[in-house]
């Protein structure tokens, strides 16, 4: 599914650079700043499909939970269970991810990228549709959640690469730790 997220060559978006071919080519010839200012553009980046992830998990979340209501022929509604629905309890599975020391940025965009994706199934109004329009809405859901899982793992292994790279510096001299606390 292409999206606002999807990376595109030659693109003038934090994501289309991070990922372009050339953020990562000829590491060892920048300078150490330069190394900082990319790895700083990738956490970005990582922060920014992260929290579109989360979003995105949350709604798959509470169209499953509707799902499964159903099902069970409960005679509650979505709403009397919503804070265990959306209290991750059932994400363990899915790993801790990193610590990142930035927030997201563009959050408005983003939550407008998620409500283009599930534009037909409002998400506050989930018992108002059949179980087919439910089940189209997360499989939609569920790959649009899919391709930014994937954008955001090539983005980690970027960011790991800039890691590494000034890792070395720091490890051969060539960088001080006395640089960087002096920049802050």
């Known amino acids: 599914m292409t999206s606002e997220t999807t990376p595109y060559p030659n693109g003038r978006r934090r994501i289309d650079q991070v990922l372009a071919e050339d953020f990562t080519t000829g590491l060892g010839d920048l300078g150490i700043d330069e190394l900082r200012v990319r790895r700083r553009e990738a956490e970005q980046e990582e922060a920014d499909l992260s929290y579109i992830r989360r979003m995105l998990q949350g709604r ?15 005679g509650d509604t979505i709403v009397a269970h919503l804070s265990e629905v959306l209290a991750d309890a059932g994400r363990s599975d899915h790993g801790l991810g ?9 959050v408005d965009e983003h ?19 059949n179980d087919d329009e439910l089940r189209a809405s997360l499989g939609r859901l569920e ?5 930014v899982s994937e954008d955001r793992q090539r983005v980690q292994h970027v960011m790991d690469a800039l890691t590494k790279e000034v890792a070395a510096r720091y490890k051969d001299g060539s ?3 006395d640089d960087l606390l002096a920049e802050r």
Do not use: T
């Not at 990193?98 to 563009?106: H, K, W």
């Open 60 to 74: 798959m979340d509470i169209l499953r939970a509707e799902l499964a209501r159903r099902a069970d022929g409960s």
């Open 98 to 106: 990193r610590f990142l020391r930035v927030e997201p940025s563009r």
């Open 111 to 129: 939550r407008r990228v998620v409500e283009q994706v599930i534009a037909d199934v409002g998400v506050s109004d989930v018992e108002n549709h």
């Open 143 to 147: 790959g649009f959640e899919r391709g």
């Open 175 to 177: 960088a001080s730790v």
